[in-house]
Every structure is written in C-alpha cells, then in structure tokens.
C-alpha cells in the first residue's frame, strides 16, 4: 500500500464544464484553484476558515443508491481540490451573469439593495440559491438559517432578509407598523387624494424564479458513478500525498500503515489546523468514497449511523426518525436535532461527519455532552478487528484526544432509543446565537423509575469547562437513586461547584461565567424535568415558570422616507432610492476587486513578518532558511527602502520595517516575496528574528497611566465653572466605564497590487484604500520619487470603515519596495489573522466622570476624562481624542462642562480611524453617566436625558452656535413611532411576571458633527468628460467602499446634466485623474465630492448652453456632437473648497463642524438573566439627514452603522494574552453580527421636511453617526439586568463594560447562581487575557 503508484486524474465539474486535473494538489482548497487557476473570481475568500461564508459554493453529487442528486452548500475555502472528484460545483457565476441572464436570487438581493460593498455578495447568493435548489419555496426560518453562517460587514442584514424573503410565500405581515396596522395594508390606508408612501423597491418587477431554468447535474458525472467500478485514487502535490481508498479492508490497511495519517472527511477540523496552525501531514487519506462508513442501520434499541454522514444528514436522518416512534423513545433524538441546529453554520454541517466531530473531541464540542448523556457507543475497527466503545467519561481523554487507538477508525455511531420516563436535554450559550462554538454546552439526560420521582440513573455532560468534554458524575452520584425535588437539586448545585473548578487562568477566560452557566443549564433542566413529571402526573405540586426560548421571528420592518417633490422630473434620481450602481455585477461575481485582477507577467506575492515580542530589541535577523526555499525570491527589510524609512505624524516617527527595536506583538519587521502566496507563507514563516526582551511593557491604559506614557498633546475643554458648580448641586455620584476596541472586519482584507511601469521609476498602483493620494505620497517618499511617478487606482474597497486610510499606506510602502527591487509586479493580500494582528481596531476607552445634578435630574456639573489605548504609534489618535472632547456633551446642554482625552501610549498594536472617529466612545461614557444619575434619582433615563436637552437657540460646549430643533423632533418622533411609553409599561409589566428573563428598552439621542476639523480636509476635485457620443465619465476623488458615493456622484452628475444615470459611468478613482484628494471619512464624503461634480458639470452645461439654444428640439447626442465640431471642451474639472473650519483649543473654541446629523433611536430586549443570552426585539431609528440624495443609500447606510454598533456594545471582543499577543484573529473567535442579531422588527425613519443649507441638495452626511445609536440596545440590556437585580434586592447604579456581551449581562443580572460563584481574588493570578 505505501508503494508510490502512478497519480491518477481528477475529474469533476464547474458550472456544467467539465474540469481534468492531472496534477492535483491535495494542499489546493477549492478556493484558491477556483480563483486562481479558472480565475473565477467571483467567489471570495474573508477568512480562510470557515467562519465568513463570503466563498459559499454549491456542490452537487449522484448518490447511485437512491439516484437521487443531493446539492448543499459548502465554504470553498474549506473543501479540498482532491475531494471533488465525481462532483458538480456551482458558484455565482454559474448561476448568472449581466452577459447572459441575472438569476433571480441576484437580482432580487441587488434591487433590495441588500449589496454595499458587494464583497460578501456572492456568498449571500449562493448560500440562498442552494437553499432554492432544495427548497423553491422556503419559509423565513430556512431563509435565516441559510444565511447564518453568511457574514456581511456593510448592510446589517436586514434588505438581504428582505430581498430573500420575496422567494417565501408565507404572508409577510410585520403585524405591527407603529400604530398597530399591517404594513402590507398601507395601501389601502391612505387617503385617495395622497401619494403612496414610497417604497425602497417593487417587487413586482422581479423575475420568477423558474427551478427547470437551472444548469443540469452533469449526465457524464451519473454515467461516472453508475458504470465505473470504483478505484482507489492516489494524486501527489508539492509536499502531500493524498490516496482515497473505496473499501473498508484498504482504509483500515492505509490507517494500519500511517496511524499518523489523518482521515479528512469534512475539513473542518484538519483543515483550520494545516492552515492556522501550521500543521503538516505528508500523506492525507480520504475515506469518502468509503461507502460502509456511510451506512445506516435500524436495531429495536436504536440507531447505528455510519462516522461518515455529514451532521446535515445526522440532522435530517433523525428528524425523519421522530415522528415514526413514540415520543418517548425519541428524547435523544430531539436533543440532538436541537443541537446540531446551532452546530456551526449550514456550510460546515453540509461537510461535517459525525466522526470527525467525536473524534476531533473539542472542549467545547457540541455533540459530544449530549451524544456522551445519551449513552451512544462507537464502532470502531482496525486490523486487529471491531469493538464497540462507550462514548463515556472515559473516552475523552484530554485537549483533543480521545480513548481510540491513532489507527482506530470510527466506522459508526450508535444512538438509543430512550425509555419510558427518560429526558433527555440540551444547554448551550455561545458569543453569538448562531456559528459560534459554544463558551459552555451540555447534554443531561435522567430516567425515573415508571410513575416515581425517583431518580434511577442520571448522566451529565459538559463542554466549555474543561479541556474536554466533562462527565459531572459526583453531581450525578447525588443525584441518583433521589427524589427529583428541591432538596436533591439544591445539593447537586453545591456539588457541581465544587467538582467543576475551573482556574482563575483557565484558556478561554471567562471563568465565572462559564462556571455560572453550569449551573444554570443543572437548574434549566430542572425545571423542564419538573415540567415533565407534572405533564405525566408523577408530581401535583405548583411549578416554578418554565423558561421559554427567546423570540426569533424577523418581521419585515418599515422604512419611511419622502417623495420627491411633485414637481421633479421623472429623469432626475435625486432623492429616489436608486440601487448601488454596481449591485448587480457584485450580485453575479463580475465586480473586480483588488485581489480579483488577473496576475500581471512575472507577478510576485508578498508575506509579512511581525514580531513576535511587545518591547524588545531586535538582535538577530536570519532569513537563509527562508531563501532557501522553493519560489521565494527575497526578503525586504528596512535596509532595502531607498527613500524616507520613517514616517512622521504630528512629531512622532513610525519605522515602516523595524531596524533594531519593536514596540508591540504584530509589529511589520521585514517581508518575504515569492512566486507564489503558499511560497511566499512558507517563506515568511521560515524567517527567524531573535529577541532581547525590554523591560515593563505596557498594556492596559492604567499600566499606561502609571508610567505617563502619553501621545501629546492631550486635549482638554471647559465652559462654566466646574469646581464651583459641583459645591451647588444636591448629588455628585463618580463612576466609570470601560469599552473594549473594535476590529474592522472590512470583508476584504487589505490588498494590493504594485506594478513597475518598467520607465523612470513609474509605478502603478491598484489598492483597496479610502485615501489613494496618502498611499500615493508614501510610496513615493518611501521610494524616493516624486509623486507623479506613482498613480493608485481604487476602483472599490470591499468595505473599509477607517481602516483603509493610514495603514494601507505604510503596506503600500512596503510592497513598492518589493516591486522597486525585484522589478517585478508584487501582489499583498492580508490573511484575516494577518490583517487583525496588524492593522489596529477602534481605540478601547476607559471613561471616567464626575456628576454633579439636581434632585429634579438637571445637571449642573461634569468632569470626564477619557483614556484612550493608543497602540505603540501615534497614527490618528490625537485626532481621535479631540473628536472624543468634541463630542461629550452630546445632545445635553450641561453649564458646566469638563473633559480631558489622553491618548495612552502602549505596547500593543496601534490603533486607528474607525466609523465614528472617537464619538462612539466619548457618547457611551456620557450616556452611562447620565443613566447614573437616573439610577441614584430611581427616575426613568429618558426623562433624564429630556430635562437635560439642548432647547431653543444653543451654543456647545466650545462655543458653536446651532438650533437643537430636529434633534428634539427626532427624539419626539422617536418616542410616537416605537411607541415608547405604551411599550414601556408593557416591559415593566412582563418583568414583574417573568423571574428569569427580563425585557429592557432605552431611548438614545445624537447629535453629531459633520466634516473634518481640518479644515484643508474638506476641499475636493472632480473630473468630468463627455464623449462624443454623448456617453459621460465622472471622475472625483471619493472612493467606494460600499457607502454608495459613485451611485450618488452618478445622481447628481444626471440631474446637472439633465441626461439619465445610464449615460453616466464612474469607473475608478485615481490619482492621476483627480489629484491631492482627501479621505473619503467623516461622513463627508458625498458633501464634498457631489458639490465639486455638480462644479464640473454645471460648467459643461453652461458650455453646452449656446448650442441646446441654437437646437433646443436636439438631443443630449447631437449637442455633444456639435459642441465637438465646434471647439467646445467637453472635459471640466470641478472644485469645491469645503468650509472653512477650525478649532482653537487654547481658547477652546471653533467651529470644528459644518453642521450636526441627529437622531434617535429605541431598543428593547429580551434577556435571559441565567445565561446573558437576548434578542434585540424591536429598534425603531428617526433620524434627521436633511434632504436624502439616495433614501435606500442612506437607509443602508443607518441600517448598517446600526448593526455594526451594535456589535461594538453588545459582541465584539478584542482579546490579548498577558504577553500582549492578540489572540482573537478570526470570525471564529472574534464575532461580529450575523443574521440571528437584526432586531426582530426593525424600523427605520427619515425625519421628513428638513432641509441643511450646508450641503448638496440640502442633504446630510450620514455614513457614521448612527453607529453609535447601536449602544441603545446595550443601554436596553442594562435596563433589563437592572430589572433581574431588583430581584436580588440590589438597586442603584452598577457597572456593566461594553461590550455588554452575554458573559457580561449575565453577570450583572446577579442571580442565586452566580452570586455562588466565588470571585477570584485580582492579583493572586495571570488571567487569561488582559483588560485593555
Ligand atoms: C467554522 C466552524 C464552526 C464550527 N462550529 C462548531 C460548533 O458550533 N460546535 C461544534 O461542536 N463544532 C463546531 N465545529 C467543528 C466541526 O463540527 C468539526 O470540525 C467537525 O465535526 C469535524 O468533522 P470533519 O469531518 O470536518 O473532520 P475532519 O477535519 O475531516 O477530520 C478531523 C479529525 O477526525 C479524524 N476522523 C474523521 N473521521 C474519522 C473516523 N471515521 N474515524 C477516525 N477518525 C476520524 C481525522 O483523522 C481528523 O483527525 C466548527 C468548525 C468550523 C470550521
Ligand atoms: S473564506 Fe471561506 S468561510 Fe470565510
Ligand atoms: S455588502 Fe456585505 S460585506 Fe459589504
């Protein structure tokens, strides 16, 4: 068997052709060779792992035994190249292009614009066009579980929701629409004489979805699998080889041979390990072809499943079992269909095999506990024979090892039946209700003897609290043989206590939650075994209220905006919700992104090497290794760049590549390229950098307090006397709040792609970037070259957030330095772990106050100091703490007003711009403050914040004039249309009932500054050509990530034109083309740029105007055409010089904004107090963007900041190891809202009849303000724990940090449970992660 034998041919088929691969490479994921060697490009790659869904494909495969042909969907990223063989893949663009036909799936999630940057896009499409294959006409829970493992950064889910739940055929009634009516009956509501309220989309004009229309399962793959007598395949790449056996005897041989060898069923577990953790198998064996390992077989006492069955076939194979057997015999059977509904996403339970999961033997394993409880056994067989094995405590040994023997194989898993008098349940509580493994899962089961509350054998499972599944058998010994009552059960909570003790330093942290939880899931089951006993009549006895799951259902929500005016020509788009211009070619693939270009001649890849160190010198550098491997080319390091080799920002200098010293885990110190990016990884790996540690780094802002280890300056503002005023007040209360960092997440990573022009030092530069001109100037001064050599071209970013202005710059630099050497093109892409380690996130801010207030609840007088946690360099931070002072009076007129804002300076990665620069940290420390004072006065916060509210003609705290009055109509309107105070009593009214869940609402302001403080950072430029056949191409210095600029650039071009949108074409943004641009940031994007395009095509109108006078019955093409044979330019740069602002921080005044964006926005939860877990049930959001240039832009652009805020407050965790090294470096440890967190109902509102004189077409900028109205639903969370603690008799304010995570919430809701938990004592150990 291990002689080497002649590699065979892969064969199978990509969007119906077929595909022959000699040579295939077992280390070949579907993605990269989909990508790469077919340059199907459509598919896209957001993490590598699984984890992002954004390379979601669908596979289809004969099965010759039924003939029937099974399609499911599948992360490309995940599935090996050498298991496709006798398969057919589909991906988007089998399914349609703008060439042919668009499919409906992609046309209906453009047109409900459920496409911003597009990058996620595809994935979306092809996870529901899978779905459609199996299911023409599904219900909103297929929909949403579909989508679950589908992540998208942009739009907040809810259009693409919406856009698929067209395919549904239930009624979509939102039941209520704010005054209790139908949506859907809107119609029919108004009055004849007015206009329909305007709709974001028709779905009339969408085309039918025609199953018989989709590409046929290949008929030479059905003649492949009927006539061919299987054959063992064998295919050898550059380092593996890979043999897929077909009959058990030569499996077990293989194994026999190489017990080392891993058997790679779904990938999911070996697959992350050889990516992200470097592990390396020579030989790979694949058993899938191995039909005994699929087989399923009926006994009377059970089922026996073969290891092989993916956990979607597990989960459909039992759900067809329930109902042919009793109830009773089908308890485990229900716990498992429940848990392997929350294992993972669709994606990975489509790849999944039983098997692998048992054996893979995760800590936090979700089958495991309950497959464990359930009394389920193994088969195993080697060439010493079969045995059966117990899934027992004794089976799982520890971290990932388990009883079997290396050369044991799984062949099947068998699942009893359960008894008469037998429960069966399962907990679990994850970080994110859906793809998301578990902090803490379990499986219990207990059997009665029959019409008794006796106990006669109890078993019970953890995940999560240990390094591997636990068995809580002393728990169980005293319960066993007891009546199931209170006093039996009161005991088992003190046992398990103390037999699952975690350390206080235990991998994974959270060590009290986790602890908690344990015992909150023993009293859960408690409760639902004492609901069964009742249900069978075995106990009388009034029971405690049985918990209920959490609501889940999306209704559709409401988005209400104005008509155009009556008048407004039916040609002219603004204030129409126009479609993002690109929608349907990033629906079908088509739309190009950096890393989507085709490899230039020669091309090279480039890989980072960082530091593995926070504070150390650099005393040994040694590259040989790497050199010597095959394809890498050379290793660039500081000594290479032939121009400036530091970068200096407000006094402060950043090494593009360390020399000698590095400041922080992650830090770039030299790069490695090679002709590929395997060979170029492989490369950067092998280089070794040797350390001589520094003493004291710092960490955390305290440690960076301690040493007064600042960026200066530190910004500080005051109005009124704030030492005097607090001698006045009736209270003064002191409090802080602490709010963690938050990680881009851009679904496409930082990419690049440099070519040397190959004359005079001229380069082009393609790059995902928000400022091409910064990434222009630091490639040249990094090059020594003038700015004019080098033009960068964006023509999208798959999103950006603040994270692809100053950093991509330094990559930049660093990859022209690589392409300056080597004279070649030279390509960077950032692996997501890559991309998180090095490119900083939102600053993490310790807020502390002082507030001195009234017993009425007026404020008289507050003191706040802001920490922000810098990173190593300066970058934007400063500017980030003024905006921080800027912001922290938010909507309040407080008289005496006091804030300070540091930037610490700290050994960990630096930090930088993110939506909302600062303002959503200085807003929640604020509103923390004043739900403070709310809670010493016992008052509702909502009066609170209305009794302290700018009113009438107001001035802020830094002498800026403005009129509060759309606030306070938002914040009005706010409170009609969520029906706040009806909702209010209703919330207060469910809390009194319900003892373990609690409802929550708050109601939060905004007021926000538009512009940049800077004022040179306004100005921007465009550039207009007409052709001569009247086709036009506009050209300004905003660049598109998603937020729709080049839709409303293309809108405000057709109306200063008076011609359609489809004449006009935005191709990309460049430096050559439009020169010394600024960011597209501060939400100012389409203030700037759409007045400077309205410049330039007011001034070719004008132009234009003698010829449409000579020919006024001419058309636009005939005028081009004359105006051309007169001499008439019909090329126009446009201008625009942007407000002239400034802020005078040594009078503390300015006017640092050209004028505010408010808002409002009301949340209310659902927690459940014992696991933290909630759902946001409904969010109602009114806000004041003047007149809208785009309603469905904006709308998208609220509905996203929204979610992404809440994600900031509720879920993203950024964690870091004592030593500094961050450890969250992917989707699957860092989670950021999916479709199981839209609020349930989620209304959006555009304030009508206001009008800003500041700004184009009397709109409002409004790309970052709402993101802070995310934390209404952390306010709303704190709401509902404050309801649990009144229960533990605990009233007045109390800390709760954001993120309010479940971990969190769950611990401020202080039950009986985790009262019991004792507190480790700080200081008497090393915590898992540090508290930045
Ligand atoms: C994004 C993502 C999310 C996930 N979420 C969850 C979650 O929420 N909960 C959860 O519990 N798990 C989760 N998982 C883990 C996943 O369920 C397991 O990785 C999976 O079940 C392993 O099965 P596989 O077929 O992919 O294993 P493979 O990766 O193919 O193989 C894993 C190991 O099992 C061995 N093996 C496989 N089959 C056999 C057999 N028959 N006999 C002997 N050895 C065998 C292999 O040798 C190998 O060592 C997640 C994984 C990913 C990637
Ligand atoms: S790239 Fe495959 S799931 Fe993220
Ligand atoms: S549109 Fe979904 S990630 Fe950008």
Redesign the pocket.
Known sequence: MSSRREEDTLCFFINGKKVTEKHADPETMLLSFLREKLRLTGTKSGCG???CGACTVMVSRYQPATKTINHFSANAC?LPLCQLHGAAVTTVEGIGSTKTQIHPVQERIAKAHGSQCGFCTPGMVMAMYALLRNKPQPNMDDITEALA?NLCRCTGYRPIVDGCRTFCQETNCCKVNGNGNCCMNRGNQTDETEREPPQLFDKDEFLPLDPTQELIFPPELILMAEKETPQTLTFDGERIRWVSPVSLEELVLLKTENPKA???????????DIKFKGVFHPLIIS?TRVLE?FEVSHTPTGVWVG??C??AELRSLLQKLVPQFPEEKTELFRALIQQLG????VQ?RN???????V??A?P?????PVLAAGRCKVS?ISNGGRREVPLDQNFFVSFCKTI?KPE????SVFIPFTRKGEFVRVFRQ?PRKE????TV?SGMRVFFSEGSRVVQDVSVYY?GMGATTLSASKTCAAIATRPWDEETLSRAYDVLLDELVLHPSAPGGKVEFRRSLSLSFLFKFNLEVLQELREMNVIKEELPEKIQTLPRDIQPGLQEFQHVSKGQSEQDPVGRPIMHRSAISQATGEAVYCDDMPHADGELFLSLVTSARAHAKIIGLDMSEALRLPGVVDVITAEDIPGVKVRESFGYQEELLAQSEVSCVGQIVCAVVADTREHAKRGAYAVKISYEDLPDPAFTVEEAVEKSSFFEPRRKLERGNVTEAFQTVDHIYEGEVRMGGQEHFYMETQSMLVVPVGEETEFNIYVSTQWPSLTQETVAETLGIPSNRVTCHVKRMGGAFGGKVTKTAILAGITSVAAWKTNRAVRCVLERGEDMLITGARHPVLGKYKVGFMKDGRIVAADLQYYTNAGNVVDESLLVAEKIVLHMDNAYNIPNLRGSGAACRTNLPSNTAFRGFGVPQSLLVVENMINDVAMVLGRPAHQIREINMYKGPSVTHYKFEFSPENMLRCWEECKVKSEYSARRRAADQFNQQSRWKKRGMSIIPIKYGIAFAESFLNQAAALVHIYKDGSVLVTHGGTEMGQGIHTKMQQVASRELHIPPSKIYISETSTNTVPNTCPSAASFGTDANGRAVQNACQTLYQRLKPIREKKPKGSWESWVNDAFFEKISLSATGFYRGPDLYMDWEKMEGQPYAYFTFGACCSEVELDCLTGDYRTVRTDIVMDIGRSVNPSVDIGQIEGAFMQGLGLYTMEELKFSPSGVLYTRG??QYKIPAVCDVPLQFNVFLLSDTHNPHAIYSSKGIGEPVLFLGSSVFFAIKDAAAAARSESGLVGPFTLNSPATPEKACMACASPFTQKIPASKPGSFKPWALNI
């Open positions: 792992g699984g984890g995940l493992g891993p058997l790679v069923m779904g990938n999911t577990n070996i697959g992350p058993p390992l290891a092989g993916t956990l929350n294992l993972g996403s990975i790849v999944a095999s039983l098997g692998g999961q054996i893979s995760y936090n394993s979700d089958l495991n195993v079997l044991e194989i799984i062949v994850a793809t998301s493994f578990a899962t995940g989707p699957s």
